[in-house]
């Protein structure tokens, strides 16, 4: 078990590297600068987590305040069981969209429907998140974390990262 997290945390310390090197690397392609000149982005503000992890405050069901993880290298967003109970989420009789990943940390899991996710000036309606089976995220950031936000929501809209502002960009 102390294996497994062991590898889990290395990955998502990687993961974020990767991204951040990335992130401050490339400059914004063609479409980003067409966009940027097009509309106006959603800014979102976040605390830099340990390991430079991002970490944002979510708004769910239009009352529930949490804390989130910014994970551009998962396709699934998560949410913690503990969360899960105390929102008293209903789970859908769908096949979890996690159980065509390939990682068997998502075996077992259920798919719970959020009305309504904020994430500062972005609102999304009828997000389905992927219970985690136990809290495997929080113990690698040191601090309580009640989800994470992976590419599946993120993966419409153009992103940049300020890692010096430390604030997300949405267009």
Not at 109 to 119: E, M, R, W
Request: net charge positive.
């Amino acid at each position: 078990m102390k294996q497994s997290i062991v590898s889990t945390k290395r990955l998502v310390q990687w993961t974020v590297r990767l991204w951040a090197m990335i992130a401050v690397c490339i400059p914004l392609s063609p479409v980003h600068a067409a966009l940027a000149d097009e509309q106006k982005p959603i800014v979102v503000g976040y605390q830099p987590g340990n390991d430079n992890a991002q970490l944002v405050t979510v708004i769910l069901n239009g009352s529930t305040t949490a804390t989130f993880l910014l994970d551009t290298g998962t396709n699934t967003s998560l949410i913690s069981p503990e969360l899960v109970s105390r929102m008293k989420l209903p789970y859908q009789a769908r096949k979890s969209p996690a159980a065509t990943n390939r990682n068997k940390i998502f075996e077992g899991s259920s798919a719970v429907q959020v009305d309504k996710l904020q994430l500062g000036g972005l609102s999304l309606s009828d997000v389905t998140l992927v219970q985690m089976k136990k809290d495997i995220i929080s113990p690698l950031c040191r601090r309580r974390i009640d989800g994470l936000i992976g590419t599946n929501i993120l993966s419409d809209y153009a992103i940049l990262f300020d890692f010096q502002q430390h604030k997300l960009s949405l267009w």
